[in-house]
């Protein structure tokens, strides 16, 4: 959520900013509903405070013995409690209303960020050169085929289109790269936790995906739970509503969660075999760090996620994201987008983002200098290190050979039983 003081102080510097990103919003409406709720507010406790003068003076003139005009101030203060009821209700309900937009309101983009579009994305830095081959490379859905690793019809027959199947060495695979990234993380200074899959309203909304992206959601209605599409959303409801000590922070979590999301809408040659799914497995991190540190620790966390590609040896590119393509909650947001050679593709395999005091805010996040100094909103962090469809993609696209074997990275084959090389079924 914005701070309600930039819509007070500034509303002009909130329009920018929004239309950096591409985005409107009744600026003048929040306004004037923010304005209205105050002027509630002022009367009604102007007024309290008329009633307990008046109280106490009623006291005084009973004590005195003048009980008609104690009872004549009795009478209009009933009046005055009715008009307090009445301005109270009202402001309640202007809160509300203003608080529901202000929920849809995304948060605004770092100076640094470029406005636009995708199309106005920064490539900030490479790592690597993308494998040449001397024969044409196989999409990874027929190198997994032939290795026996993937079974998408099955999926489907359980579950419908865009689900996977990882069999035999593939889920093997997918085992081995949860757990060397979660030992890399843990060796980082990242404490791990292993958080439900499903999250309250308060907890979906305290990241932004509610209310605005309900439908990119899978509800279990009956129980009014989300089923997550991030850990993100469980990890940031670990500390909702608490006060933590800027003394501790930044604090690092990471979490090997299930992610599961519609991808409504979504159609093309980016839907296929595992590029786009609905059920996947990633390991994401998370931090919330003091306002004066926070983009020092985008660019630590950044580099955390860069660390698991160069050590899987798959070559990738760092994409500063224009204010447009940006997540709602994001002020600035680095993708690493690794190359996909059978697909012949860049494909984001990580997110890294520092959403300020947005959610912090929607989760009524606080921290505290000292003892006796005030509260304010830290600054959270959260980013894929990695999400693993993509990057078995690379993995499966980039270490093929032309009878369809796959070589593993020297990182991964501790977790896999010393193998070097997946072999293709009758080889």
């Known amino acids: ?248 922070l930044p604090l690092r979590y990471c979490s090997h969660t299930a992610c599961f999301r519609r991808e409504a809408g979504a159609h093309g040659r980016d839907t296929r075999g595992l590029i786009r799914v609905h059920q996947f497995d990633k390991v994401e991190l998370v931090k919330i760090a003091t306002p004066e540190s926070s983009y020092e620790e985008l660019e630590s966390l950044t580099a955390d996620a860069e660390a698991i590609l160069q050590a899987l040896g798959l070559p990738y590119r760092v994409v500063l994201l224009a204010a447009g393509d940006m997540g709602n909650a994001a002020a600035k947001t680095y993708d690493l987008e690794v190359w996909a050679p059978g697909v012949g593709m860049w494909l984001e395999v990580s997110s890294c983002s520092n959403c300020e005091a947005y959610q912090s805010r929607r989760a009524n996040l606080r921290s505290r200098a000292g003892s006796d100094g005030g509260t304010r909103h830290p600054h959270t962090l959260n980013g894929s290190a990695l999400a693993l469809p993509r990057t078995l993609i690379a993995l499966l696209e980039t270490g093929q050979d032309a009878e369809g074997n796959v070589t593993l990275p020297q990182a991964l084959r501790p977790y896999l039983g010393g193998v070097e090389r997946l072999t293709a079924r009758g080889r």
């Open 1 to 248: 959520m914005i701070d309600v003081r930039m819509l007070r102080n500034d509303p002009d510097l909130l329009r920018e900013a929004l239309d950096k990103r591409g985005e409107t919003a009744e600026i003048d409406r929040l306004v004037s509903l923010d304005v209205e709720h105050r002027r509630l507010l002022a009367e009604s406790e102007r007024l309290k405070a008329e009633r307990n003068a008046t109280s106490k003076e009623i006291g005084r003139l009973i004590g005195a013995g003048e009980g008609e005009e104690a009872e004549e101030l009795k009478a209009a203060m009933r009046k005055v409690s009715d008009r307090i009821k009445d301005l109270d209700e009202q402001g309640t309900a202007i809160k509300e209303t203003l608080d529901s937009r202000l929920l849809e309101v995304p948060n605004p983009p770092h100076p640094s960020v470029p406005g636009g579009d995708a199309s106005a994305n920064r490539i900030v830095r490479t790592w690597g050169e993308p494998r040449t081959f001397d024969f044409e490379p196989r999409p990874h859905w027929e190198v997994g085929e032939a290795l026996g690793a993937l079974d998408l019809e099955r999926a489907a027959k359980i579950s419908g289109s865009g689900f996977v199947g990882l069999v035999g060495d593939g889920a093997a695979l997918s085992r081995a790269l949860i757990a060397f990234m979660l030992d890399v993380h843990r060796a980082n200074g990242y404490v791990e936790l292993a958080l439900p899959y499903l999250v309250n309203p308060e907890t979906a909304t305290a990241t932004g995906h509610l209310p605005r992206f309900e439908d990119q959601l899978y509800a279990a209605e009956r129980d009014e739970l989300y089923l997550i599409p991030t850990a993100e959303m469980p990890i940031m409801g670990w500390h909702r509503d608490e006060i933590l000590s800027d003394g501790d």
